[in-house]
């Protein structure tokens, strides 16, 4: 009988707690206002889906909990102070539905926090004590900027190809997956072969999981997500859908004319953007995005083989379940 | 005969010139464009204080290197992306007399730049291959973002005590210093004790230094520091000299209202804070923190005496020199 994806949640809850023990402490701050502030933040984060991973893939192996639950405190708050500055720079209002740091404090004040956090993950990082972990994790960060970087710097074309896409959304996303599977596999002292294949699980995921997330931002309003629909296209970032269903429109049709106005920021009112999101959600191409995410999927399902242990095995597909289904 | 501030950038040369190159890969960005403001930023980088203390504190032990070259790099690398971020936060024009990256890019492209610049720097702590000397390097980024947290959020009060500006500035300024030795003594294999003393040693010059700047930034005109003088009072940062000249002032003084003004910026007209700066010029406020800076500076001299090297024993020497006289 296949597990369901709750049971994966009830096998771990008790890691998973101590996960969040060490993240509130870590996320405490010398200023009680901010540090409130902060810690809201932190325990609104959604299905801590990064530290899961982590675990999962260090159980697969020889488990020690204590570093195995350290790296996944480490990986859960480089996460949020990734998010902490992107908000920042979208200048987003809400994140979870909730207010974000920028709408209550300087933007000054909110860069040091990520950066402080930053700080704190690598403490995190370090209390492994090891230094391939700190590599891991650092690598990561560093492609999550970079991917951010091609977001901000070159992610304004309708006529981007699927690599440089999904070479920018590795970065922004799939790396911090990828690391998280990695890391917890070498604390598990996994053989070099499994942590590649445990690595390329998590990437694959990852990737399946950012894919997942353009779709619904072309597809749900504010209540699901807490932001508002087509909130990319609003900031002028092109993602898969939007592409996959520019490739099919003629070169002189109208609404390839406006879609450019819409990226290229010149073109703002809301009911024109709306009528785009609508011929974009009557077009397949939400759909053959979904179907492209779910080769991702499948492909990491392909590799969890690798790990020795059933039940395990077991509760890295209900994680794959939850990259896909998820609605949150 | 007491060696000059020369020699030990002489002898040291070649290491930091190894510093330098290290410096210069890992702040290469795959955007070729950034990445050029980003390598003339990194290459118009003052003095290397920070990694000579490093190499200086290796080399007074057991000197590996390669090992220290590395951290040293990750230690100026993360000094540049603090000061990154620092000059976003700021809104700060020039830096060393070259235009600041905010200046060329949008807030949110400087931001990433820098958080990618704190993911090279530790991969540089992580390539030293020892989890001591990284937990010092994120301390070390977590204690800068703390105390530039306070000066973002707590500076802006004329009453405040030297405790609290002391421990602001160890956080934005000194801790950097003081990791920066803890690593290099770590690295040479010190006993606890002489890492303590060399970390303090650290410590005391980084307080100097950051006294220092202070005064220079309330003394100096634009040509001297590539930026306008009173900075720091322009952006209601209270430093010790104005600390000390305010609590010499009468209560019902004209001049306390109109410094609270400026601090609180409500007076931002050049040519009054301009005549409150010759004030503070004319008072001896400037002085007597130059004197509290030679304290430290002297406290820190009382510690070189645990290196049991009699050359790296004058460079140390040096380097505190260095940390007064400097007019850069």
């Known amino acids: 009988m296949r597990a369901t994806t709750a049971d994966v949640f009830e096998a771990m809850q008790d890691d998973l707690n101590r996960v969040e023990r060490r993240l509130l402490e870590a996320a405490s701050i010398d200023f009680p206002i901010v540090s409130g502030m902060v810690q809201d933040l932190v325990k609104t984060g959604g299905k801590r889906l990064r530290p899961l991973l982590l675990l999962l893939a260090a159980k697969a192996f020889d488990y020690e909990r204590d570093r195995a639950v350290t790296a996944a405190a480490g990986v859960e708050l480089l996460h949020t102070a990734s998010l902490i500055h992107d908000d920042s720079i979208d200048r987003a209002a809400l994140r979870r539905g909730q207010p974000t740091l920028n709408t209550q404090l300087s933007t000054g004040a909110v860069i040091l926090i990520g950066d402080f956090l930053f700080a704190q993950s690598a403490i995190l990082a370090a209390a492994t004590d090891s230094t391939r972990v700190v ?37 922004k996303t799939a790396s911090l997956f990828a690391g998280a599977a ?66 099919d429109l003629p070169e002189d049709s109208p609404t390839r004319t406006t879609l450019e106005e819409i990226i290229a920021g010149e073109e703002q009112r809301d009911d024109v ?56």
Chains 1, 2 share one sequence.
């Open 182 to 247: 990695e890391m917890g596999a070498v604390i598990g002292g996994a053989s070099e072969e499994a942590i590649q294949q445990l690595r390329d699980f998590g990437g694959d995921i990852g990737m399946a999981f950012q894919i997942i997330d353009d779709v619904l931002d072309l597809r749900e309003g504010t209540q699901m997500l807490g932001k508002p629909a087509g909130n990319d296209l609003r900031q002028g970032v092109v993602t898969l859908p939007t592409m996959l269903f520019a490739a």
């Open 135 to 171: 590599s891991i994790f650092a690598s990561s960060l560093g492609s999550i900027c970079d991917g951010q970087l091609r977001e901000t710097l070159d992610a304004h074309r309708l006529d981007q190809d699927r690599e440089t896409y999904e070479h920018r959304i590795f970065g």
């Open 273 to 328: 953007i709306d009528d785009v999101l609508a011929e974009i959600r009557a077009s397949d191409a939400l759909d053959r995005a979904e179907g492209i995410a779910a080769e991702f999927s499948a492909r990491a399902r392909g590799r969890i083989s690798v790990v020795p242990n059933a039940e395990v095995r077991e509760y890295l597909n209900n994680v794959v379940d939850l990259t896909l289904i998820r609605s949150f």
